[in-house]
Every structure is written in C-alpha cells, then in structure tokens.
C-alpha cells in the first residue's frame, strides 16, 4: 500500500489498521500519537482504524529526552 | 564599576525595546512579562536554552532547579555552561544563575540544587505563574502534568532526542493535557535518551525556542495566541508538522482530566531511591507493571557503554564509573555511589524513566 507517511511516499507491506502499521514499525500503541488525513486518531481506535490507498499519515513518538 | 551603576533599574524598559517594537508584545507586555514567576525543572540542554532566552526577554523570576553537575559532554549543547565551571564543580542550577545575574540583572534568578520530585515540587512551584520543562525524562513531565493540572496552572512540555524533539502547551481546562495525548511511560527497551542515542544542540535549540515563545505569549497576556498543536520538530529534514490534539481531550480517557487522579504526584506511581547503607550503592525503585526486554536495552546501551551483559534475572552494565543493575521489574541498582540523585540521574540517562 502507497502511504504519505510523515511527509514521505512509502511502500508498506501487509497494514490494514493504524495499529498494524504502528506494529509494523516496532512501535508499542502507547508510546505514539497518530494522525490519520489530518484527524487524531484515538489511541482505543487505532486497531479499528483502516488504512486506504494514499491515505496521509503521521506518527508522532513520545519524546523523553531533553 | 560599583553595582549601582552597572545595573539598569527596572522601570528602565529600553533593554527591551527591540521585543517591545514587536506588535505581539508591546510595552503592556513587557510588563506583564517582567511581574511574570516561572519555575524551571531541569537545567540541561534545553532548560539553558530555555533561562538564556526567559532571562534575557526580562521574565521577572525564574526559578531554577536541577540536580546536576556539568560534564565535559554536556558543552556541546548546554549553552549556559563552560569549562571553568567544570573545574570548580559548580552544579548546573547553580553556574546557570551566576550566569544569567550577570546576563540581565533585572531578573531575579533564583537557583535550587535539587532531584524534583513528588514530594517537593509542589514547594519549588510555589508562586509560579508557568512550570517549564526542561527535563530530561517521562516520569518528571507526568509530575510536572499532574501539578498543572491539579492546580490550574499552564505549563510547556519540550523533549527532544537525536534531531527530533516534540512540544505542546498545556492550558488545564482547555486543552488536552500531556496524559490526554501520551498516556504512559514507555517501557526502557523502547525509549532511546540523548545519552544513548545522542541528541544535536541545534534540534535543541530549535525546541526550546518553541517553548520559550509559548511561554511569553501566555506570561505576556497574549494566551489567545498559543499554539494549542503538539508541534513534532525533524530538525535535520528541517520539517515541523503540527497535530491538532483538541478532540484528545474528550476522546482519551485521561486520569488527570478524566478521572481527577494523579498518580505521580501523589507517589503512586513514579520512581523513589533508597541508599544502600555500606555499599556505596544506591537501589532505585520504579513502579511498573511491564516486564522489561533485556536483549533491547543491551542493543541500546552497546554504543554507549562497555560489557553490557544479561541474563533472564538481570542485566548490568558499566557507565560513567558507575555499575548498573537492571532487574526485569525496572528495579535498579547504582553501585559506585552513595548519592541518591546521582543513583537517578543516571537511571534516567541510560535506562530512561
């Protein structure tokens, strides 16, 4: 599947959900905020959430250092 | 030349008339600016940057605490700090202040040399109009939430690792809070910190500037002007993107916002020390319900330090003269110091909390 993903075209494999691209990702559910065509996506709907060819994604990680 | 003279007098405005020309600010917010208490938690990267450019905009009182030393390694980006200060072993609150009376003597800079915690950040946060982050930690910024909200008071999250680097403002009652967006502290294995994946000063700088104009548009009366986004800054691609947080604060079932709960300040959850009587060691405890991943946090530690070894009970490893002993609950043991602060400080360096 073709996505916008944080500004980028990228080819991604086998996701069907938001969560299964955080998974992809080796990413764990908490520790992102995710915005799907420039709506938040709540944390609880990630797993509900469906991916669509083109979609435009974002993947914010929890950043801890400073 | 005697004080007296040296120093401007603090109805003197012309310091400040290049930011006073600027229409967002004006001469009301001036002010309004020099009236305004802040409270700074940690005096690293980003807290410099963060009381350089406070002090020098003539925020009335900063309140700096952080309970560090200075390290060769901390020049590159600390920009408050230098080798002298080095030598002497000044602690950072302490060298920051010494630094910033002579930057703006209009500002009254107080400095405290403290590991902030639940039990006395609500003291350090006395009086504060605005709490500022400039730690180096989740566990620190859920505390720092969980005051903000619980006393209504804004503060301005910033974090920042390798070139990357988040921040998002916090007005309780009205916008999501840092436990609405991220809901919880993500697990060692997971969460790489500047002293294991490196941070670049100039991302720093880029994040803390965000924060320090966050900060002078709501201590300057103009709150209505506030980024309510949580702003994700590449600096290396230089692309800042903003996310429209807002529905968060419905849609996620906060504890603070929510529930009226606050674990951290409260004790409940976060991390506590215990000196190890005779061993020169130090135990730290943290409270969680994950077991932690050994084979990441050895894969995150083998840049930075020598013979990280594991087994299925523990993983030790040796930084900074100091011997680590992770356990699978998040249990440390810091041998090789006796000080509590120094036993935190690393834990929150190379295994992250």
């Known amino acids: ?66 | 030349m005697p004080d007296s003279a040296a120093h401007s007098c603090a109805s003197d405005l012309s310091r400040y008339s290049r930011q006073i020309l600027f229409k967002g600010i004006g001469e009301s917010g001036q002010r309004n600016l020099l009236a305004a208490r802040v409270t700074l938690v940690g005096c690293g990267a980003l807290g410099t940057v963060l009381a350089n450019t406070l002090v020098r905009a003539g925020i009335g009182h900063i309140r700096i605490c952080d309970r560090d030393f200075i390290e060769r390694d901390n020049l590159q980006r600390q920009i408050l700090f230098d080798e002298d200060d080095i030598a002497q072993h000044i602690p950072k609150a302490e060298a920051a202040a010494a630094k910033l009376r002579r930057i703006n003597p209009d500002v009254t800079v107080e400095s405290v040399v403290t590991d902030v915690n639940h039990k006395n950040i609500e003291r350090l946060a006395d009086g504060a109009d605005l709490l500022l982050d400039g730690t180096d930690n989740f566990e620190t910024r859920f505390l720092i939430n969980d005051l903000a909200i619980k006393t209504n008071r804004p503060w301005v999250y910033g974090a920042v690792i390798g070139a990357t680097g988040l921040c998002m403002t916090i007005l309780p009652g009205e916008t999501p809070c840092l436990r609405c967006v991220f809901e919880t502290i993500p697990p060692p294995e997971l969460n790489p910190t500047c002293d294991t994946a490196g941070v670049l000063g100039s991302a720093v700088n880029i994040v803390a500037s965000i924060q320090a104009i966050e900060t002078i548009k709501i201590l300057s009366g103009h709150r209505e002007a506030v980024n309510r986004n949580l702003i994700n800054i590449d600096a290396w691609n230089a692309r800042v993107t903003n996310l429209n947080v807002a529905s968060a604060r419905e849609t996620a079932d906060c504890p603070c916002c929510k529930h009226d709960t606050f674990e951290y300040l409260d004790g409940k959850l976060g991390s506590s020390a215990t000196t190890l009587c005779g061993r020169n060691a130090v135990q730290i405890n943290i409270s969680t319900e994950a077991t932690i991943d050994f084979a990441r946090v050895a894969k995150k530690l083998e840049a930075v330090a020598s013979a990280v070894k594991f087994n299925k009970f523990l993983l030790r490893v040796n930084v900074d003269d100091h011997e680590i002993t992770l356990f699978p609950d998040g249990r440390a043991i810091v041998k090789g110091t006796s000080d509590e602060e120094v036993a935190r400080s690393l834990y929150a360096r190379y295994i992250g909390s």
Request: net charge negative; aromatic share 4%; proline share 2%.
């Open chain 1, 1 to 66: 599947m073709e996505l916008n993903l944080n500004g980028k075209t990228e080819q991604i494999q086998d996701v069907q959900t938001v969560a299964d691209l955080i998974g992809h990702f080796d990413l764990a559910v908490t520790q992102v905020a995710v915005e799907l065509n420039e709506e938040l996506v709540p944390r609880a709907k990630f797993a509900e959430s469906i991916l669509n060819e083109g979609d435009t994604v974002e993947i914010v990680t929890f950043v801890g250092g400073g």
